[in-house]
């Protein structure tokens, strides 16, 4: 009876030894199935994980456009069947684009219209493009279907909503207020605020304008 007990004992074990590594290898398995959902669900935006700390002023208007459409996207999601426009910033003051107003974010309201065009195209919202021309425009210099002209404009499609907003210009950037109007009744919907840093596009200079002036200024920021 002893010689043929230590043969079962034996062979229990490599049975359970058997079931340990089969388990081992399924739980190793599932944890690789699990990482890679997790991986592929990251949003797919380059800024993502992205620290506004580490984030250099200059050339990096796009970062700040995205983070700006982040909070005026927040709480809205894309109808499938409503349309959006998204119309040139303006100064807060004016309301209209000034090519005499010498600011280093003097073209940041021409910036932040296709930036966001952009953005909401990336989330799935139905953007138009109001300046699209009849046909191809064709000089000896170019060829283009864009264009600012009202008489080679195409009719425009039924627009639900605008997406829009202000500038407040400071010495050292400008204030952004971006917001989503429903084109019908004029409400509201979806508002952001946004600081743009002056150096966005020009490296800073010791030479500023405030209210149409020039002013030197002093030292570094």
């Known amino acids: ?18 079931l340990v590594v089969k388990a081992l290898a399924y739980t190793a398995l599932l944890m690789g ?55 040139g910033f303006v100064p807060a003051d004016t309301m ?17 219209e296709q930036g966001m065009i952009t953005e909401a195209t990336k989330r799935g919202f139905s953007t138009q493009e109001f300046k699209l021309s009849n046909d191809i425009i064709v000089s ?35 204030v952004v207020n971006a917001r989503i109007i429903n084109a019908r009744n004029k409400n509201i919907v979806a508002a952001a605020t946004r600081f743009f840093p002056a150096e966005l596009f020009w490296r800073e200079e010791q030479v500023t304008t405030r209210n149409g002036k020039l002013y030197r200024t002093e030292g570094t920021r």
């Open 140 to 174: 000896n210099e170019s060829d283009r279907v864009l264009t600012r002209d009202i008489d080679q404009l195409s009719n425009i499609e039924r627009v639900d909503f605008y997406i829009t907003g202000t500038m407040v210009y400071q010495e050292s950037g400008a």
């Open 1 to 18: 009876m002893k010689s043929m007990t230590k043969p079962v004992s034996h062979a229990l074990l490599t049975e359970n030894g058997r």
């Open 96 to 112: 209209k684009y000034s090519a005499g107003h010498q600011h280093p974010l003097m073209l940041l309201g021409h910036q932040l």
């Open 33 to 87: 199935l699990l990482s890679g959902c997790s991986s592929s669900d990251e949003p797919k935006s380059q800024f993502a994980q992205t620290d506004a700390s580490d984030v250099s002023a200059l050339g990096n208007v796009e970062y700040h456009t995205y983070m700006l459409a982040n909070e005026l996207f927040a709480d809205v999601g894309p109808a499938r069947q409503s349309r959006y426009a998204v119309v």
